[in-house]
């Protein structure tokens, strides 16, 4: 800071929460059968050094469109620790809460992703952000940062135009926050507040206003997932602009690292991606930027898992690859209703979409090529990939169909879940490989 010097407004270091270890991956499983198959992704991460607490993530809105209730993924994720022997730190994830829905959550999770997306641009009272501005003197003017260069220069209209669209969130985080804590106490849960799913990325400036806020709520946050620039489309690669991309993570961590000190937040807050699953061509900038800040991260995948499952059953040729086809024949039958909600979030070039009775001509290898997430393969279709992405819904009407299925096939799906969490995602991300 140029001259003056930051308070935390508080005064005081929030200490109270359940600790999360610095590297952890979110792991989403929406038909609860790859548990263990995940878990031993983890285990290979580990026996080359690289340590991921496994954290077992599913949304509200997951568990309606399956019909599948919190305390079923606690239960898988129990038993797959205790399948394998697994010693170390998990955690389940009641991910993309809200007040509303947070309640049947509370005792089967340790960790709750607080989505405050929806009261992103509403307005706090005109009082509020007077005072929050008021009480934030230091976060107005120059402000030198380790690492960021040219330092910031915010005026207090841009605190107060931050405010105006934030305030009302953090405030709801805040809210939610202290539910959770009557219910469970603030010692036994990990909290995370996400603002991913909204119109316009936050940026490095805005963040570290926005942790200002949260910390003015007492809120031990120790992952904050923003909207990063660029698109995080599902299950494919990132698309935008990589250098600017790293840019902003590198600023992200160097306001996180200056916020911890200055506000009192937990010396274990980190950045946590959404939709992290695949996003290969910013694993290597990750990495940098993680080792240059000697900084933690959590990413959060889910979709990923589900695909692997299409890719195990096709391998596995016979009633696995009818199984397959007949899905991407019904998702392509309802390529609308199943792509609109997810207008976001996917690209998907329909003219690319090969035809339902094409893809009944095909083998298993051609199955799986278009479908595995391999860019140098010259039959790797990324319009089909994500039409499958967001196709799950009619694998979750065939019912027992497709879980004896699974069953069935447990071992060809499993070494394909387990390959892409390690190969693809750990392996790049912690071992640089
Ligand atoms: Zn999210």
């Keep these: 800071m140029a001259g003056k010097d930051l308070v935390p407004s508080n005064g005081k270091l929030m200490n109270h929460f359940l600790p999360l270890g610095k590297f952890s991956f979110g792991l989403g499983d929406r038909f609860g059968q ?3 198959a995940q878990l031993r992704a983890c285990i290979r991460a580990a026996e080359l050094g690289a340590h991921f607490v496994p954290v077992w993530n599913k949304s509200n809105r997951e568990h309606t469109f399956i019909g599948t209730e919190p305390s079923g993924l606690r239960s898988e994720a129990d038993a797959a620790v205790q399948a394998l022997g697994w010693k170390d730190s998990y955690h389940v994830d009641a991910d993309h809460i809200r007040l509303e829905t947070v309640d049947r959550f509370i005792a089967p999770s340790d960790f709750f992703t607080i989505d405050v997306a929806d009261s992103i641009g509403r307005s ?3 009082a509020g952000i007077r005072e929050f501005s008021d009480r934030h003197p230091e976060l107005i003017g120059t402000i030198s940062i380790p690492h960021i260069e040219p330092p910031f220069a915010i005026t207090r209209i841009e605190v107060e135009r931050v405010a105006n669209k934030f305030l009302l969130a953090v405030q709801d985080a805040g809210k939610i926050y202290r539910h959770i804590t009557q219910a469970k106490g603030a010692e ?3 909290t995370e507040v996400s603002m991913d799913e909204t119109d ?3 940026t490095p400036p805005e963040l570290l206003i926005i942790l200002t806020a949260l910390a003015d709520e007492q809120i031990p946050l120790q992952t904050i997932a923003p909207k990063f620039t660029g698109r995080f489309n599902k299950g494919v690669d990132y698309a935008g602009d ?7 993570f590198n600023e992200d961590l160097a306001v996180i690292a200056f916020a911890i000190k200055k506000y009192g937040l937990p010396p274990s807050l980190k950045l946590s991606v959404h ?3 695949d996003k290969f061509s910013i694993y290597k900038p990750m990495r940098r930027a993680l080792l240059k800040f000697d ?3 959590h990413i959060k995948t889910a979709g990923t898992t589900w695909l692997e499952e299409i890719i195990g059953l096709a391998e596995a040729g016979g009633d696995g690859l009818e199984i397959a086809k007949e899905i991407y024949a019904g998702a392509i039958r ?4 199943f792509c609109t909600p997810y207008a976001s979030v996917i690209e998907i070039d329909k003219t690319k979409l090969p035809s339902a009775a094409t893809v009944n001509g095909w083998s298993s290898q051609q199955f799986v090529s278009a479908l595995r997430h391999d860019q140098k393969h010259p039959a790797y279709n990324p319009n089909f990939r994500q039409l499958l992405h967001v196709s799950f819904k009619i694998a979750a009407k065939m019912g027992d169909r497709y879980l004896n299925a699974l069953k069935k096939h447990e071992a060809v799906v499993a070494k394909n879940v387990t390959e892409n969490l390690f190969e693809r995602h750990m392996k790049p991300l912690l071992l640089g490989k």
């Design 334 to 337: 309802q390529v609308d209703e």
């Design 295 to 297: 900084a933690g991260v």
């Design 200 to 202: 316009s990325p936050q």
């Design 124 to 126: 706090a009272s005109a």
């Design 188 to 190: 036994n849960f990990i």
């Design 34 to 36: 790859q548990g263990r």
């Design 242 to 248: 990589v250098k600017q991309f790293e840019k902003e």
């Design 275 to 277: 939709s992290g699953s």
